[in-house]
């Protein structure tokens, strides 16, 4: 017992190594979504919200400052992220701290917030990636907003290697749906595509995304088809459905 606590304790102690490189993100197993602030949601404040976490050996946040502040939501967004967990990173078969970069997005989209009687309904800012329709009548999009689109690495075709290996762009994914389907048996990837999105309006937003088709359980004509949005900062876009019109 004491052997362990001193083991336990020199990782704690360890300095976090920052991910990247030969250090890969551990790859999140719960979401916390943040809690819009009242104020923030009467004042119409919405936007994204970058932080640098530190990973305890276990997994934990243990520690998020922020680096690029939206004052109203910084708190909200801290809260949420000191909440999520993720898988223990290995360094030479020794769970080590890291340190990472995570992005909190708050959009007004599903937010318990109506305008003022006759005040004009804003048009949507928000970048579309991909969508869906499923044969009850929803769609689902996957979309970001200019600024967490802004903050992407961007990428040229002349480049020799993309952003992110296929490999990791499938492992990613798949840890992320196995987090949110655990009952769902196993998972058959089908294809993977890389797309660019550019505005010729805004030079800042020119990134390429990536589409994760997965099969559930058996790969058979008829199984449920997964689909994740995977950027190439190694998020994964979080969809969200709507009737159709």
Known sequence: MILLALVLAAQTAQAPVRVGGNIPPPQKIKHVPPVYPDEALRSGV???????????PTGKVSEARVMRSIPLLDQAAIDAVRQWEFTPTLLNGTPVPVVMTVTVNFTMQGAPYAPPMGAPTPASSMIRLTSSRSPDGMTTVWEITPERAAALPQWSIESPEPPVSIGDVARIAEAWLKARSPDVRQFALQNVTF???????NPAIDFWYY???FLGDGARPGDLLFRVVVLP?????????EPDR
């Open 46 to 56: 919405q936007g994204m919200v970058i932080l640098e976490a530190i990973i305890d």
């Open 195 to 201: 797309a660019r999105i550019g505005r010729s309006s």
């Open 211 to 213: 589409q994760v088709l």
């Open 233 to 241: 900062d190694r998020t994964v876009v979080e969809p969200r459905t």
